[in-house]
């Protein structure tokens, strides 16, 4: 039976939701340790993190391979076809919540690290796997916590690489080389509570915020760039009255999300959504501004040569470069001067019921992850 696979059951069989890890990360270190890796905790409340390093950072460049062990509540779980925490396996697929977010790429990982190790036992430079429970989280004790660390003991990374699902239609067709930012807002425009036939006399919220939203909802914001699609925004939540049918609200509230390329910077934007309330005579409200990523874009290098090379060589094809999805904590490790790039399983069930990763492919990508790893140290 497949290493990788038996690994990635072992860790599907754990319930970790954010920000449980459920000995997830202890399983690894004990796995790895025996084939010489350090290990180092970097806990934060209950966030589990942990770095597993081999090798000496002197003797050559240091690849980081960086993964989560935590996945997204299940949801409905009557609406699965197999147990979210059972990974059984149907017709080809292993099914389970995290299969493909991101247990399947992190035991890819691990095999991976161990093969190269057992092969290459003096190989030159630093391997490392750093994983933490606060992914899918608010991520604020997490990764960044250990990118601090770096920072502050000089021990940055050459090289990054994300096991996220980026693949689209089939194995390694997609490598991030960056990704948008994310923007949280809540807008609450206050009016007055008032009697529907006098519409005339109140100033009614929910009109204004549909005004709004009727303008941002249709702009566009930039045109994108190279690397970058245009800028977006979605309404994630909207609200204002529903005391009586008779009765206007006093208060309405929408919540959005904007995904932004560095064309939009964060500040530009908020400054546009101010000078949009502004026209539209909008001047009793609240704004509240969070800023959950930054964009980040890593020019081409060695990394992302490597990554061709090997897809090209193990899959058969060029896989496409691009910047698209969600986040992921390779934000946290660019901004250190580390080339970052992300490549991982098929991302199409990620976070929906019935997740699930085809068993062939968890083979395949700790072939295409050991490749890489011998591209960048060549032992
Ligand atoms: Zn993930």
Redesign the pocket.
């Known amino acids: 039976m497949s290493m990788v696979l038996e690994l990635t059951q072992e860790l599907v069989r754990r319930p970790s939701v954010t920000p449980n890890d459920e000995g997830c990360q202890a399983f690894i270190a004990a796995y790895l340790e025996p084939f010489g890796f350090n290990v180092e905790w970097f806990n934060r409340g209950c966030v589990t993190n942990i770095l597993l390093s081999h090798g000496d950072p002197m003797s050559g460049p240091t690849v980081l391979m960086l993964g989560?062990t935590d996945v997204v509540p299940v949801g409905d779980e009557s609406a699965w076809s197999h147990p979210p925490f059972a990974a059984q396996i149907h017709d080809g697929l292993l099914y389970g919540r995290g299969t493909a977010?991101?247990k399947g790429g992190v035991a890819a990982m691990v095999i991976a690290l161990r093969r190269l190790v057992e092969e290459y036992p003096d190989h030159p430079g630093c391997l490392q796997l750093l994983l933490t429970s606060d992914?899918?989280g608010p991520a604020t004790d997490g990764t960044c916590v250990v990118a601090d660390v770096f920072k502050e003991q000089g021990r940055i990374p050459e090289f990054c690489l994300v096991g996220?699902?980026t693949s689209n239609k089939v194995l390694g067709d997609m490598v991030r080389v960056g990704r948008r930012g994310s923007i949280n807002a809540r807008l609450i425009i206050e009016g007055e509570q008032g009697h529907t036939a006098f519409g005339h006399l109140v100033e009614n919220p929910a009109h204004k915020i549909a005004e709004f939203l009727s303008v941002v909802t249709r702009l566009r914001w930039d045109e994108g760039d190279e690397f970058f699609p245009a800028t977006s925004l979605q309404v994630s939540a909207l609200q204002a009255g529903g005391i009586a049918t008779n009765v206007t609200p006093a208060r309405a509230e929408a919540r959005f999300n904007l995904r932004n390329g560095p064309v939009s910077p964060q500040a530009d934007l908020r400054q546009r959504i101010e000078s949009i309330l502004t026209d539209l005579h909008i001047t009793d409200y609240q704004l509240d501004w969070n800023v959950s990523a930054e964009p980040f874009y890593t020019p081409q290098g060695e990394l992302t040569v490597a990554i061709e090379e090997s897809v090209l060589s193990i899959l058969g094809y060029s896989p496409e470069m691009n910047t698209g999805g969600g986040t992921?904590d390779g934000r946290f490790i660019a901004p250190l001067g580390t080339e970052v790039a992300e490549l991982g399983l098929l991302n199409h069930s990620?976070h929906k019921v019935n997740e699930h990763a085809a068993v062939a492919d968890l083979d395949l990508l700790m072939a295409v992850y050991f490749d890489i790893l011998r591209r960048l140290l060549k032992p």
Do not use: A, L, N, W
């Open positions: 989560h977010d991101m992914e899918e996220e699902p992921s990620i």
